[in-house]
T-cell receptor, first 116, second 112 residues
Framework: DAMVIQNPRYQVTQFGKPVTLSCSQTLNHNVMYWYQQKSSQAPKLLFHYYDKDFNNEADTPDNFQSRRPNTSFCFLDIRSPGLGDAAMYLC???????????????FGPGTRLTVL | GDSVTQMEGPVTLSEEAFLTINCTYTATGYPSLFWYVQYPGEGLQLLLKATKADDKGSNKGFEATYRKETTSFHLEKGSVQVSDSAVYFCALSVTGGFKTIFGAGTRLFVKA
């Protein structure tokens, strides 16, 4: 089945120690998103890629970076995690430019990040 | 700017009760409207969607009708089950835009 996969599902890191979360998709979608979600609140968009074009939200801290080496993979790098960065991180994809199913986002299961 | 407002939770119901979760929106364009569901420990899943006024989205017994005149997209189910316990997010996406605007979410508890 086509899907969005996130690894790992659970990540524990230490305060200030860089961490990378990964997302892969088999949907061949051209848009990929990273969201931060705390305590079942609304997901907060951090950034998105349209193909290779990177779009950062204005209020996303500089501590958060992203890479998309190819269509299938996208990474979230947190350079110096603080206690406030503990959250669920959700990857999502969508297709833009086609007619069918446009605007629907497909989410991965999320990575829960704990910062000690 | 575009926004989504949904009723606060938690909502607690007994099994087989009728469910309504209210959702209203503000948008400058012609949005598509969505309900996403999030089960414990999982990502969000699309529950249903509607792309134009008067469209009804439906899935798994849930329904919502796109009401342009009242800018609403209320979620309903005639008979809830324990397995429906989850957080429900109303959302909108303006056609051609990359962003989805989510409501704050409504947690539903269904008791046996």
């Amino acid at each position: 089945d086509a899907m969005v996969i996130q690894n790992p599902r659970y990540q524990v890191t230490q305060f200030g120690k860089p961490v990378t979360l990964s997302c892969s998709q088999t949907l061949n979608h051209n848009v990929m998103y990273w969201y931060q979600q705390k305590s079942s609140q609304a997901p907060k968009l951090l950034f998105h890629y349209y193909d290779k074009d990177f779009n950062n939200e204005a209020d996303t801290p500089d501590n958060f970076q992203s890479r998309r080496p190819n269509t299938s993979f996208c990474f979230l790098d947190i350079r110096s995690p603080g206690l406030g960065d503990a959250a669920m991180y959700l990857c999502a994809t969508t297709t833009w430019g086609g007619l069918a199913d446009r605007d629907t986002q497909y989410f991965g299961p999320g990575t829960r990040l704990t910062v000690l | 700017g575009d926004s989504v407002t949904q009723m606060e939770g938690p909502v607690t119901l007994s099994e087989e009760a009728f469910l309504t979760i209210n959702c209203t929106y503000t948008a400058t364009g012609y949005p598509s409207l969505f309900w996403y569901v999030q089960y414990p420990g999982e990502g969000l899943q699309l529950l249903l969607k509607a792309t134009k006024a008067d469209d009804k989205g439906s899935n798994k017994g849930f329904e919502a009708t796109y009401r342009k005149e009242t800018t609403s997209f209320h979620l309903e189910k005639g008979s809830v089950q324990v397995s429906d316990s989850a957080v429900y997010f109303c959302a909108l996406s303006v056609t051609g835009g990359f962003k989805t605007i989510f409501g704050a979410g409504t947690r539903l508890f269904v008791k046996a």
